[in-house]
């Protein structure tokens, strides 16, 4: 049976069950800022199980594309060395939200073992909670499991999201693959070895753990099931290997075909062939090569690939040639594999050119290094040189000397890291930095939104780093005020500048902050003197507060116009917004043509001639994507957010920046450059109003 045929039969078997069918979600969680990657079947389900979520159906199937590479579920060292770690997984999964409970689950479960894939029964193995008596009597009396086949386990067979929240425990079934494989079954001293394989996991979701570690009964208890799509399928295909299975034989022929190697036990074959699933999902929810968060795991996991490939005899560029391969083998599936594979390839290839010298220039100096080495570890220096001046990460390091039987000195790396931590340190302090300093009861309420003027005390008032009650003629400062019309510098909006009138003196504010709950005036005494508690008017220039806004409102009609030209793949990266023009990075991997960027600027400016609304609203985060609104990446946002949209649903966004009421203010964008900032990084700047 095809792993395709078990995917379609688990989605179709459950469905016959009232489960409705759910697509698998983003690589890139949306409703969880503590992962990394989505890792299991749950994730897109976790404020369901949480409460804080209702959805118009009680139970839900899926075949969830999973990543664990980085963070805390990280399989990446393992992969190619064992017969199951993968970075990219698909897992099975079957969910009740408060309707059906454990007699259920189990029935369903076994069902599709035992009558649709027609697993012999005396092949499995069942495992339950030492604790859970109704879970044992259900498989042994209505199931009729043999006593003899069944296990009670501790720790591992219970679940909990967290600390704290809904937890349960779980019921596990394994394979038996048989006496020539060696090892015991569950429980056992001899269980991680290889003969008694987990293949799908019920979590029973039925108590609330407390912050004392009290649990309470849930009202509505829940079902959380997972089973991975290559284990099964592996079961099927009466393969002990994984990566025997179809799927991975596929990309493992190709491979071997692309590259030149005729060995096709290879454990290097096997790695590239895990890697290009990983890579290619993720470049396909947005994800892109870069040295930092998401982007730095999917550049490791492609350089991983390479050096595989340069084990293996590669020459020239070669990991970006498996997409069509891979499209083959999972297009039908995930059909954006196929209608994005240019695009993938492209990120892929680039990335690889890009790494060709480093990964050459790296190995030379590490297989000098180890020639050199008197002893079994390498020393912590060399990796740092290799890190620091090649470029040459310390996993792909790890690799090379672990298949050549060394280890690696990483407390002397880590020292070596630390020295440079140090001098960046000592480098930057230059620059006088408050946000340590400041002690202030209280918070900045923001006014700008609907005036340029306000009054106002002065809660705090900083002079070199340090709180002072007062300031005279030519100090400079930094004044923290109960409220005020200036905005802070946020989500690539400069800060405002103006004046604050006293009675006593003038403060030249030259730009605002964000320290926490506080806005941060910086600036200087131009005239007399100012004190701490006094009362002031804080005014906004005017005009350079208008020509920053006609440049943000016309940032989000490029972003608009950028993704309707060049593709869905479009995300911003990064933007610089004043009052004299604008400055928008994004996610794309190539130069944008001057036909592109023609189409671009024409869309934006009919847009402004059109003369649209420019609305504001305060609503839930939830409310926000039904709208489509879209969100920065990496940016913080808490349960009321502002959603920006200009004309209707031409733009709609989460903004906190100021910007014109109607598009027509504006007047006229010109892009002035268009340029590369980074590996699939482009950056254009673009003037408005009368500068254009």
């Not at 964000?514 to 906004?540: D, F, N």
Request: aromatic share 8%; glycine share 10%; net charge negative.
């Amino acid at each position: 049976m095809k792993s395709a045929e078990i995917r379609d039969a688990f989605l179709n078997y459950f469905a016959s069950k009232q489960h409705k069918i759910m697509p698998s979600s983003s690589l890139v969680p949306g409703n969880d800022p503590t992962l990394l990657f989505t890792n299991a079947g749950m994730v897109q389900f976790k404020d369901v199980f949480l409460g804080e979520d209702r959805r118009d159906y009680n139970r839900a199937v899926s075949s969830q594309r999973c990543v664990r590479a980085g963070g805390k579920h990280n399989d990446l060292e393992n992969v190619g060395y064992t017969a199951r770690h993968h970075t990219f997984f698909e897992m099975l999964g079957n969910f009740s939200f408060g309707d059906y409970f454990k007699r259920d689950a189990i029935a369903f479960a076994w069902q599709f073992l035992t009558q649709v894939l027609e697993l012999p029964k005396e092949r499995l193995w069942v495992t339950v909670h030492i604790s859970d008596d109704e879970a044992a009597e259900i498989w042994i009396n209505e199931i009729g499991v043999d006593p003899a086949r069944l296990s009670r386990l501790d720790e591992d067979n219970f679940w909990q999201m967290g600390d704290t929240g809904p937890c349960g425990p779980c019921t596990e079934i394994f394979w038996d693959h048989g006496e020539d494989i060696p090892g015991g079954p569950p429980g056992s001293e001899d269980d991680d070895l290889d003969r008694y394989i987990e293949i799908w996991n019920l979590v029973f979701m039925q108590f609330e753990r407390d912050s004392s570690g009290k649990m309470t009964p849930l009202p509505k208890p829940s079902i959380d099931t997972g089973m991975g799509l290559e284990r099964i399928a592996a079961v099927m295909q009466g393969v002990h290997n994984n990566y025997d299975i179809d799927l991975f034989q596929h990309l493992i022929k190709s491979a071997a075909q692309i590259i030149g190697c005729t060995d096709l036990q290879e454990n290097s074959l096997k790695v590239v062939a895990d890697h290009i699933r990983s890579c290619a999902f993720l470049v396909v929810d947005g994800v892109e090569p870069s040295n930092e968060g998401r982007g730095y795991v999917l550049r490791r996991i492609i350089r991983r690939a390479l050096r595989h490939g340069h084990n293996l005899g590669a020459s020239g560029s070669f990991f970006y040639k498996l997409v069509g391969p891979l499209a083959e083998v999972m297009g039908e599936a995930y059909p954006e594999l196929v209608s994005m594979s240019e695009q993938i390839a492209s990120v892929l290839k680039k990335e690889e050119e890009q790494f060709a010298r480093t990964l050459d220039k790296g190995m030379g100096v590490l297989e000098a290094g180890l020639a050199e080495l008197k002893g079994t570890q390498l020393p912590g220096e060399l990796i740092f040189q290799l890190y620091d001046t090649f470029g040459f990460p310390t996993d792909l390091t790890n690799d090379v000397a672990r298949e050549k039987g060394y280890s690696l000195d990483m407390e002397g790396y880590e020292k070596c890291m630390e020295e440079q931590r140090s001098r960046a340190r000592s480098a930057s302090q230059f620059g006088l930095d408050y946000s340590d300093n400041i002690r202030v009861e209280g918070s900045t309420q923001f006014r700008g939104y609907e005036t340029l003027e306000n009054d106002a005390n002065i809660l705090a008032l900083y002079a070199e780093g340090e709180p002072v009650g007062s300031a005279t003629e030519g100090t400079e400062v930094v004044v923290i005020l109960d409220q005020t019309a200036f905005y802070a510098e946020s989500g690539g909006q400069v800060g405002d500048s103006g004046y604050l009138q006293a009675d006593s003196g003038k403060v030249e504010i030259l730009d605002c902050r964000k320290s926490g709950e506080h806005h941060l005036h910086i600036g200087r005494v131009i005239s007399g003197e100012i004190q701490s508690g006094q009362k002031v008017t804080a005014a906004v220039d005017s005009n350079v507060r208008q020509g920053t806004a006609l440049n943000h409102s016309a940032t989000h009609l490029m972003h608009a116009a950028l993704q309707q030209v060049l593709g869905d793949h479009v995300v911003q990266k990064g933007s610089l917004v004043d009052s004299e023009r604008l400055r928008f990075d994004f996610s794309h991997n190539q130069a944008v043509t001057p036909e592109q960027l023609r189409q671009i600027e024409h869309r934006v400016n009919r847009e402004i001639l059109r003369n649209s609304q420019v609305n504001t609203q305060v609503m839930s985060m939830d409310d926000a994507k039904t709208q489509g609104a879209m969100a920065l990446f990496g940016e913080k946002y808490g349960d009321q957010v502002r959603v920006l949209s200009i004309g209707g649903d031409f733009s709609v966004e989460l903004c906190g920046g100021t910007h014109v009421s109607q598009t027509g203010d504006i007047g006229l964008l010109r892009i002035s450059g268009e340029s590369s900032v980074a590996a699939g990084v482009r950056r254009i700047e673009a003037v408005t109003g009368e500068k254009a």
